[in-house]
């Protein structure tokens, strides 16, 4: 896996149904208009019809988290759609592990463990803005 520049793994939950909207394509947008022009790693799924391999997804997503620059947790927990169940295993896994980033709207559903733990351990308080969390994020690897 080769990255051109600076990397950003987006990690939050994906949709699980054809009909949830995605966060990472706005996230995208914010990225380039200002400016960011390294690798934006991306670990969602198009096509909902498609048979993918299971641990091939899992292999991807731990070779990307491990090779990236920046890990930017963007979590919009919503039922039953967007739980980002994953996205908490990794956000553990990760948060004294590699450098990384956290936010989440007012709204999202059961982040206060997160949250905390994001505060504990990195002495930061979480982004509640996806833009400013996307802006920092740049900042962060200039």
Same mark, same amino acid.
């Given at each position: 896996?080769?990255?051109?520049?600076?990397?950003?793994?987006?990690?939050?939950?994906?949709?699980?149904?054809?009909?949830?909207?995605?966060?990472?394509?706005?996230?995208?947008?914010?990225?380039?208009?200002?400016?960011?022009?390294?690798?934006?790693?991306?670990?969602?799924?198009?096509?909902?019809?498609?048979?993918?391999?299971?641990?091939?997804?899992?292999?991807?997503?731990?070779?990307? $988290?491990?090779?990236?620059?920046?890990?930017?947790?963007?979590?919009?927990?919503?039922?039953?759609?967007?739980?980002? $169940?994953?996205?908490?295993?990794?956000?553990?896994?990760?948060?004294?592990?590699?450098?990384?980033?956290?936010?989440?709207?007012?709204?999202?559903?059961?982040?206060?463990?997160?949250?905390?733990?994001?505060?504990?351990?990195?002495?930061?308080?979480?982004?509640?803005?996806?833009?400013?969390?996307?802006?920092?994020?740049?900042?962060?690897?200039?």
């Amino acid at each position: 896996m080769d990255f051109n520049g600076k990397s950003i793994f987006l990690a939050g939950p994906i949709p699980r149904d054809e009909n949830a909207v995605s966060w990472k394509k706005d996230a995208i947008d914010i990225l380039e208009k200002n400016g960011f022009s390294g690798t934006v790693l991306v670990p969602e799924r198009k096509n909902f019809t498609a048979k993918l391999d299971y641990m091939d997804e899992i292999e991807w997503d731990l070779n990307a $988290l491990n090779k990236c620059d920046l890990i930017v947790f963007w979590i919009p927990r919503k039922k039953p759609y967007m739980l980002g $169940l994953t996205s908490n295993v990794e956000f553990g896994y990760y948060i004294n592990k590699k450098n990384i980033l956290y936010g989440r709207p007012d709204d999202a559903y059961e982040i206060e463990y997160l949250d905390w733990l994001y505060k504990k351990d990195t002495g930061k308080k979480p982004f509640n803005n996806l833009e400013e969390l996307l802006i920092e994020s740049i900042k962060i690897l200039k």
